[in-house]
């Protein structure tokens, strides 16, 4: 499925029948991140963020902005599945989810968050991160795309994945690998974690029913969950073990588990499933 909004293509996977589960993958991921991952009773629409998979890749800086790409998004996601959906999403997928579900919650019936941040709190660690995204940026311009998929799957919060199946560490590179480099440069300088506010002091005012999944060998985001997003009247928490930062490709069926219970008790399945 492909959506035009402001001549961007944006693609959209379904998998699934049911009712409509959107799904946002992770930095240079696609919706591929998703593979083998099934919830009884929904339709997974997996979306390719700009930039990314088989969504277009623009030239133009301002359309990987926050603002323009939640709007975007918004305009995507009604023409796909309409105004009544769950939004799930993973790291900077679960970033972005976030900040769409306190500008539009109004369309959501529930939401996922999958190792996602809320932002940094202090505005010189921000700038700090900001700095350190356009360093990384500039890199991946000048060094090329096999650089970054080497250098990104050498990231220390990526190490339980060399326990994976060789297949898909193999699949995961290759996502990573086929990225254009600006492309990746104009996401880190429009969405990245030194570009996203700080709404950790936001949480309450999400009112549907919410959950956030984090490994336990994740300590960053484990900690996030137990410190931050527990605390929230509308947010749920479940902690997997023995798996880092992804882990719905660490423990599929486990992941599948804890997404299903959470979906069929708050919004129910559609009928017949």
């Not at 390719?48 to 301002?62: A, R």
């Not at 009544?84 to 900077?92: A, C, E, H, I, V």
């Amino acid at each position: 499925m492909r959506i035009v909004v402001d001549d961007i293509s944006y693609y959209i996977h379904v998998i699934g029948q049911g009712k409509p589960l959107v799904c946002f993958h992770g930095f240079s991921e696609s919706g591929n991140t998703w593979d083998g991952i099934e919830i009884p009773g929904y339709a997974m629409y997996r979306l390719d963020f700009i930039g990314h998979g088989q969504s277009d890749k623009p030239l133009d800086t301002q359309i990987y902005q926050l603002p323009q790409l939640l709007r975007q998004l918004h305009i995507v996601i009604q023409a796909a599945v309409g105004a009544s959906y769950s939004l799930m999403g993973y790291s900077m997928g679960a970033r972005i989810a976030l900040l769409y579900a306190l500008q539009y919650q109004h369309d959501i019936e529930a939401l996922i968050l999958e190792s996602g941040s809320v932002g940094i709190q202090d505005p010189s660690a921000r700038k700090l991160r900001f700095l350190q995204d356009e360093a990384l940026a500039k890199k991946i311009v000048r060094n090329g795309r096999a650089w970054f998929r080497d250098t990104w799957s050498a990231l220390p919060i990526f190490k339980t994945q060399q326990t994976l199946p060789l297949s898909v560490q193999d699949s995961i590179r290759r996502r990573r690998f086929h990225n254009e480099p600006y492309a990746l440069h104009h996401t880190l300088m429009g969405s990245g974690q030194g570009c996203m506010p700080y709404v950790g002091h936001r949480l309450d005012e999400i009112m549907c029913p919410s959950l956030y999944i984090s490994g336990a060998l994740d300590e960053k985001y484990s900690s996030l969950g137990e410190e931050v997003f527990k605390k929230a009247h509308s947010f749920s928490t479940a902690l997997i073990q023995n798996v880092g930062h992804n882990t719905h490709l660490e423990r599929p069926r486990e992941f599948e588990r804890i997404v299903a219970q959470f979906l069929h008790a708050t919004t129910g399945p559609s009928n017949g499933s």
